[in-house]
């Protein structure tokens, strides 16, 4: 009898991811309509009944469903909210990763001790536009749309603003926005360089997630290792870069504009997933410790 093989959620995930960057899409890259409700400011993908936001993979898995809602429940949690799941529609897969203890018996001593574990299993959500549950109220008066704008960017300013230990700021070089590890300083043109203030500030954030790679912020070996440009540790670091800034676009209700040489990024992060389903994993949750020491969270 043939051994069944073991689920590996690894490969399922980097397989979901494969499938959209091939069709020329970075999923992380949705903004959800910027519908943000009275209840939160957050407008990405959230648990219904919480409103605690997806991080890490589960962002990027979730922002590659169709649906205009951003929240998601479990079947249980349907239930209790006296709805249903409509028929023929699908769950959608998410990973739930936690730490477990067990006791392991010391071969030389003889004595036991607790030791701590990983583990990871997926676990299956619904959107609310795949229930019979009722949409609840968004900010979407006429007065939430004239204003909403200028609150976006008045978001991105305090986001920027709040960042504990920043790196510097210059405008000198109006050609290009990067991000200089050994001087520790940040380039951007100026706003009126870009085509509009979203792309501004999606693109001032993606700087600013690699900053926090300096040795004296989170210390990303990706960051502080010289790398060529097609190098994985460079590769993870661009994608760090990207779902980072995708995040924080999402926290502030802004549009994540597409990035220079978006087809040659594509075409490697592919190359990167496929030769190593664990990339994206590491690379999304170093996006996440970014995007929470800029937001002050950590």
């Known amino acids: 009898m043939k051994k069944q093989q073991k689920f590996d959620v690894y490969d399922f995930v980097t397989n979901l991811i494969c499938k959209k960057l091939e069709e020329g899409v970075a999923p992380w890259r949705r903004t959800w309509g910027n519908k943000a409700t009275y209840k939160t400011n957050y407008a990405g993908p959230q648990n219904y009944i919480t409103k605690k936001p997806y991080n890490g993979?589960?962002?990027?898995?979730?922002?590659?469903?169709?649906?205009?809602?951003?929240?998601?429940?479990?079947?249980?949690?349907?239930?209790?909210?006296?709805?249903?799941?409509?028929?023929?529609?699908?769950?959608?897969?998410?990973?739930?990763?936690?730490?477990?203890?067990?006791?392991?018996?010391?071969?030389?001593?003889?004595?036991t001790e607790k030791k701590k574990y990983?583990?990871?299993?997926?676990?299956?959500?619904?959107?609310?536009?795949?229930?019979?549950?009722?949409?609840?109220n968004t900010l979407s008066s006429i007065s939430y749309e004239d204003n909403q704008a200028y609150n976006n960017i008045e978001t991105c300013e305090s986001i920027i603003s709040q960042m504990q230990n920043p790196p510097k700021l210059e405008s000198k070089d109006r050609s290009k926005a990067y991000y200089s590890p050994m001087m520790d300083l940040v380039n951007m043109p100026s706003l009126s360089d870009f085509d509009s203030p979203e792309e501004y500030y999606a693109t001032y954030y993606h700087e600013l997630i690699h900053s926090t790679g300096h040795e004296k912020r989170l210390n990303r070996k990706e960051m502080n290792q010289i790398s060529k440009f097609s190098s994985e540790e460079y590769s993870k670091e661009e994608l760090t870069a990207e779902m980072g800034a995708a995040y924080l676009c999402t926290i502030s209700g802004i549009e994540n504009v597409t990035i220079d040489n978006a087809t040659a990024y594509l075409k490697g992060w592919l190359e990167k997933l496929k030769s190593d389903t664990k990339f994206l994993f590491e690379a999304s949750g170093k996006a996440k410790s970014a995007a929470k020491y800029i937001l002050n969270e950590n």
């Open 118 to 136: 990983g583990f990871m299993k997926m676990y299956y959500v619904f959107n609310l536009d795949q229930t019979t549950i009722e949409q609840p």
């Open 57 to 111: 993979v589960n962002y990027v898995l979730l922002s590659c469903t169709p649906y205009d809602s951003p929240y998601f429940l479990t079947f249980k949690q349907v239930g209790e909210c006296n709805g249903f799941v409509k028929q023929g529609e699908k769950a959608l897969p998410v990973v739930y990763w936690n730490i477990n203890e067990k006791e392991v018996k010391d071969p030389k001593s003889g004595e």
